[in-house]
């Protein structure tokens, strides 16, 4: 059953990079949100962290979400808009601290390492079939 511990391990990674997606998705939906009153914060950066975790029914280290913090060490961005409601006495306007470019990247990251856990994921169920295939044959 080392077969099957190797998909469920692989299943956790997948769910893990999915939840990531939905963060820098989350993010980049809002890099253009400005702050709507002088003095308030715009929407802050979110990241996520993972942590292993002992699956008993597996016998094996599994990756969970170890939860979603804001970013508080990124400044925000700054832009000269002296006609927004959020701007401030000399006329700037505070946007979220998400730089897209950042974001795509991160994107980029997880699509791969979830192809990665997918194909681990072909490589077991192949190699089931084939050792079904053995004992029938």
Do not use: C
Not at 46 to 56: A, G, L, P, Q, R
């Amino acid at each position: 059953m080392e077969i099957m511990n190797a998909i469920g391990i692989s299943a956790s990674g997948m769910r893990a990079q999915g939840e990531r997606l939905r963060v820098i998705s989350q993010n980049i939906a809002n890099s253009d949100t400005a702050a709507t009153m002088p003095g308030e914060e715009p929407y802050r950066r979110k990241t996520i962290t993972f942590k292993n975790v002992m699956d008993k029914t597996l016998g094996a280290e599994i990756v969970k979400d170890g939860g979603i913090a804001e970013d508080m060490k990124s400044p925000f961005r700054l832009k000269f808009m002296p006609d927004h409601p959020g701007a401030d006495a000399n006329g700037y306007v505070k946007l979220p601290n998400v730089n897209t470019l950042i974001e795509t990247m991160d994107m980029r990251e997880a699509q791969r390492s979830y192809e990665a856990n997918l194909g681990m994921i072909d490589i077991a169920k192949s190699m089931m079939s084939r050792t079904l295939d053995l004992l029938r044959g």
